[in-house]
């Protein structure tokens, strides 16, 4: 079956541009997460979704930062004004449910702010 | 103190050797660890789950020390396409629940 989907895989904009990057997950899985990944570190998380819920968005850096999903499926998520500190790479994981489920991840989205 | 902390490496090894990989993770309440392994430039991947009976998945061997609080994996006889970044993960409850908490990796380097 289809893995975790991630579009676009590249994404190049100018600074305080809007950016909306999209998560299709692993078709049945009820929990989606997002992370963000600076070069050479570690994963950072975002926020993530139990269904359409997001009961916890403590990981999102700033109000630029915004997510939201939809159908139990596809999410999105959104940085408004966009800065140099965003450029990273956006990873989407998705599991069956939330707790201790194993998380897959898409491929992601690399993103350059020029 | 963070919550799961990795040695971030790099290990470099000759091809054939066994190394090993500890982690340890601070919320004694935390029910599921996972190891990932990530390539460069690419997405994590999920290589094993950790059991409290630990687990053996052919040449990899994960195992759990609650007391200690720390998981570990062991490569055995190594090859030159293990080399890439290893993460462990630990679920958080009581702070951000469903969530995984990944370690920061450790490099591992295998040489001919």
């Known amino acids: 079956g289809a893995g975790v989907s991630q579009s676009p895989s590249n994404k190049v904009t100018e600074k305080g541009k809007d950016v909306e990057l999209r998560c299709d997950p692993i078709s049945g899985h009820t929990a989606l997460y997002w992370y963000r990944q600076r070069l050479g570190q570690g994963l950072e998380f975002l926020i993530y979704f139990q269904g359409n819920s997001a009961p916890d968005k403590s990981g999102l850096p700033s109000d630029r930062f915004s997510a939201e999903r939809t159908g139990e499926s596809v999410s999105t998520l959104t940085i408004q004004r966009t800065q140099q500190e965003d450029s990273a790479v956006y990873l989407c994981a998705s599991s069956p449910r939330q707790g201790n489920q194993p998380q897959h991840f898409g491929d992601g989205t690399r993103l350059s702010i020029l | 103190r963070k919550e799961v902390e990795q040695d971030p490496g790099p290990f470099n090894v000759p091809e054939g050797a066994t190394v090993a990989f500890n982690c340890t993770y601070s919320n004694s309440a935390s029910q599921s660890f996972f190891w990932y392994r990530q390539d460069c430039r690419k997405e994590p991947k999920l290589l094993m789950s950790v059991y409290s009976s630990g687990n053996e998945d052919g040449r990899f061997t994960a195992q759990l020390n609650r007391a200690s609080q720390y998981i570990s994996l062991l490569i055995r006889d190594s090859k030159l396409s293990d080399s890439a970044t290893y993460l462990c993960?630990?679920?958080?409850?009581?702070?951000?629940?469903?969530?995984?908490?990944f370690g920061k990796g450790t490099k591992l380097s295998v040489k001919p």
């Open positions: 993960a630990a679920s958080n409850y009581g702070g951000s629940q469903g969530n995984l908490i």
